[in-house]
């Protein structure tokens, strides 16, 4: 028996080492799927070299003769950093993410291949010219050759997670560039979620003015009353019941007419998380307001966090195709060849999402003789339909009808509760710029690199349809400018719901009239003001004749803007710029603190709760990381909304929570159209004074909880950290450590230093997951000392040096340098040249 447990022992002792031995090397071989800092390779098509020289902070520097090859390189450079991120995108706009990830992804798919995003990539193919042409095609040569190279010895040829998954990629087509920019268009889109809300709210019997006191307009706008829709449609007016929210949401599918239409609401949960992530800030200064004479321009996008980002920074060269070498600096968007922000030879420009209704939704009547036709305005048609069928990772296909009307794609009966909203025996389509099969947007960026001029740059982004952008842009003869691009909708003038509700998709008068023409979207050139800002709000003045939207964003960061540029002490320069994309002040809360604190009883409370009300009525308002205020503050506005609302909203609630200033300060001003602080369970009346000192001692006890009792160690930078998050790994708890990018940051959903929570979201309720996806500062006197961040790190692969190196940066507002000229250090070089 001993000399058997030392046989035991003996072999243990061999094989303890060996598998070590055998998991190291594992990790080796993986590890080394990071591309090697040289190299070169041949690659058929090229039409001379391609050098790829990459700088200490592994931004690349590409040099080409032409646009079509300096497109290759920057797919190469793609290809070797942020494949598995080019891999998601265009795996998701062709639904079919579940060949990925399993039955979890089946709803998304669903959605997704509903709206034909891919088939309208593919059919604009058709329109581009050809110079877009070889680009597209230039850089899926780029990321080809990628792909199929022979991996240097003992190394991996994919990425981690191909190799955690088990998948192999496609080749990289050109419309698989079309699908990455039409999937931005998804992630900024707005109005949608609003429309079916204002549905939602008429379908439970609220008045006009009980929804405006939901979703107020700006003050700046006076919209036609709304038609009432449970005439205008039919809605049933008998109670919605139970809440949804309690059910078993196990089962996906249900059986109606359209067999396999109807999917658990929970099924759709990511594509809400898609939709309508964006917000940003820009602006412009002319020299006259600046100290070193020329324009001065800022940007900062808004978008839902990611690991890796959204932006893998560039430079890109064209040697030889245009009367002077030129050059585009700034961040790229991986699956396609462009810089869509940043800087050329003579212009610097910036982007943010001006939300324009650009999708309506109608309801379309079916036939009840038969199911296959429903009503237009001139009798019952036949709806468009396909089979389709998901391929679903260890789990069988599954198969849906995919249907269309005239308006547009047909929404799975369960999105959005359409099922339970509309009349029996309707549905819900959609009608979107985004879907258009004549989609340009791509041209505008191929023509960005021989744009010399304000003038220019505005005549050049015609072709730019989706999504609508407000763009400032800078020249360096000191011109300024502003145009907002992209397709809008003419609705008729007797169409009452102007796009802020589902309309009868049977009746003539509520469908669209064609587009806005370029020439009248709204512009500027060299206001005699010598500033031009946006951040999402209202653009145009009331004699502005073309309708856009009435779901404008609140004008809080426009005028903070505004209001620090005007009381700067000297010139403007690009440090005081920085300074105002640092900016943590809410004027929101500084405006909400003092109403909620009116209503405080303080009679009710403890001596260490009264000790936190101290803190708060000091509280300057500032979204600083290492304080405790703004996290208390947020918790209690969080708590308000929901003792306030949830009773009311059922349902629905979720839908619309999130921390709308507007609603709380008219909640607490008394200026509502009903009491809602009313608690509908109860036979006595609450009042708001009652339900907000509930609601403190709710956020002080909710904290306790998640942070402990010492609200001393309390702090917004804990609980707001920056989620970086990897897809699929980010919520798998194992993995996440090493695949997201989260680092604390400051700011708040109503900051200029922009950090958007999901309040709704019980587990993690004070996340910032939307926040400046980049940041950008151009002096138009210097532009090789502009400054560029964005908020990982430019590799996708976890094992590299740069995969989160940004994020320090980032949260602390700071930023790099990509000069135009050659690098005098490179962390290496590749070298592509022709080959057969």
């Not at 006009?208 to 006076?222: H, K």
């Not at 009798?379 to 009307?405: D, L, M, S, Y």
């Not at 009966?413 to 909203?421: C, E, P, R, S, V």
């Not at 500062?777 to 976890?798: E, H, K, P, V, W």
Request: charged share 20%; proline share 6%; aromatic share 10%.
């Amino acid at each position: 028996m001993m000399r058997i447990l030392k046989g035991l022992i003996k072999l243990i002792l061999f094989l303890i080492p060996l598998a070590v031995m055998a998991a190291g090397a594992g990790m080796l071989w993986v590890s080394r799927s990071q591309a090697p800092v040289d190299g070169a390779m041949q690659i058929a098509g090229l039409a001379g070299e391609v050098t790829i020289t990459r700088d200490r902070n592994g931004v690349p520097h590409i040099k080409a003769r032409t646009r079509a090859d300096v497109a290759a390189g920057l797919g190469f450079a793609h290809a070797q950093e942020r494949l598995w991120q080019m891999e998601i995108s265009r795996m998701a706009g062709q639904g079919r993410l579940s060949e990925l990830f399993g039955e979890a992804t089946v709803g998304s798919d669903i959605w997704l291949r509903t709206m034909g995003i891919y088939e309208a990539a593919e059919a604009s193919l058709r329109v581009m010219d050809a110079d877009t042409m070889a680009m597209l095609d230039g850089y899926a040569r780029g990321v080809n050759a990628w792909m199929e190279r022979t991996p240097q010895v003992f190394s991996a040829r994919l990425p981690p997670e191909y190799l955690i998954l088990g998948v192999k990629p496609e080749p990289w087509i050109a419309a698989h560039t079309l699908t990455a920019i039409k999937m931005m268009s998804i992630s900024l889109a707005e109005n949608l979620g609003e429309e079916a809300l204002r549905l939602g709210f008429s379908r439970m019997g609220l008045s006009e003015a009980e929804i405006q006191d939901l979703l107020p307009y700006l003050d700046a706008d006076i919209p036609p009353p709304m038609p009432d829709l449970t005439r205008l449609l039919g809605l049933d007016t008998t109670p919605l019941g139970e809440d949804p929210t309690t059910a078993d949401a196990s089962d996906v599918f249900a059986e109606d007419a359209f067999a396999g239409d109807v999917f658990a609401e929970d099924a759709f949960a990511a594509i809400d998380g898609m939709l309508a992530t964006g917000a940003s800030n820009n602006w412009v200064l002319s020299g006259a307001r600046t100290a070193s004479g020329l324009p001065v321009l800022a940007n900062d996008p808004h978008l839902g966090l990611s690991a890796p980002s959204v932006w893998y920074l560039a430079h890109l060269e064209v040697t030889h195709e245009f009367d002077e070498p030129r050059h585009l600096i700034g961040p790229s968007l991986p699956g396609t060849p462009y810089v869509l922000l940043g800087r050329g030879n003579d212009i610097a420009w910036g982007f943010t999402n001006t939300a324009t209704d650009a999708q309506d939704v109608f309801v379309e009547r079916i036939n009840p003789d038969n199911p296959d036709e429903y009503l237009t305005p001139t009798g019952w048609t036949q709806f468009g339909q396909a089979e389709e069928i998901i391929r679903v990772r260890g789990g069988e296909n599954t198969v849906f009808t995919r249907r269309w009307t005239r308006h547009g794609p047909v929404f799975p009966a369960g999105y959005k509760k359409f099922d339970k909203l509309l009349p029996d025996n309707t549905v819900a389509a959609l009608q979107w710029v985004a879907l258009a099969h004549d989609d340009t947007t791509a041209m505008a960026g191929t023509r960005l690199f021989d744009m010399r001029t304000v003038d220019d740059f505005q005549a050049g982004f015609e072709a730019f349809l989706t999504p609508m952008q407000s763009m400032v842009v800078a020249d360096t003869t000191g011109n300024i400018g502003f145009v907002a691009a992209g397709r809008v909708p003419l609705r008729d003038p007797a169409n009452r719901l102007m796009g802020r509700a589902p309309a009868p998709g049977w009746n003539a008068i509520y469908d669209w009239r064609g587009y806005v023409p370029y020439k009248d979207l709204p512009r500027q050139t060299n206001p005699e003001s010598g500033l031009i800002a946006t951040a999402n709000t209202k653009i145009v003045g009331p004699d502005y004749p073309v309708h856009l939207t009435f779901d404008w964003e609140s004008s809080d960061r426009q005028n903070r803007i505004e209001a620090l540029i005007d009381s700067a002490e000297g010139k403007h320069s690009a440090a005081t710029s920085r300074q105002m994309q640092a900016d943590v002040f809410s004027p929101v809360f500084a405006r909400l603190k003092p109403r909620m604190l009116k209503a405080l009883d303080r009679a009710v409370l403890s001596q260490s709760d009264l000790a936190l009300v101290e803190q708060i009525s000091a509280w300057d308002a500032g979204m600083a990381r290492d304080r405790m205020e703004p996290l208390l503050f947020v918790a209690w506005v969080r708590q308000t909304m929901i003792k306030t609302f949830e009773d009311d909203l059922g349902m629905l609630f979720r839908d619309w929570f999130k921390i709308r200033s507007k609603v709380v300060e008219r909640l607490l001003d008394g200026t509502t159209a009903r009491n809602w602080c009313d608690d509908k369970a109860t036979e006595a009346e609450e009042s708001c004074e009652a339900i907000v000192t509930e609601a403190f001692a709710a956020a002080i006890s909710d904290l306790t909880a998640r942070y402990g009792e010492d609200a001393s160690k309390w702090r917004w930078g804990q609980a707001h950290y920056a989620k970086g998050k990897h897809s699929p790994f980010g919520e798998v708890a194992a993995l996440r450590r090493f695949f997201n990018v989260e680092v604390e940051s400051g700011g708040g959903p109503f900051t200029l230093d922009r950090g958007r929570t999901q309040i709704q979201d019980d587990d993690d309720p004070y996340a910032n997951t939307n926040a400046a996806s980049y940041r950008g500062i151009f002096d138009m006197a210097d532009l090789d000392r502009a400054t560029y961040i964005q908020t990982t790190g430019q590799s996708g692969n976890l094992f590299s040096g740069h995969y989160s190196d940004f994020a320090p940066l980032w949260a602390d507002v700071n930023s790099i340098e990509i000069p135009a000229t050659d690098v005098s250090d490179p962390e290496g070089v590749w070298a592509l040249s022709p080959g057969s």
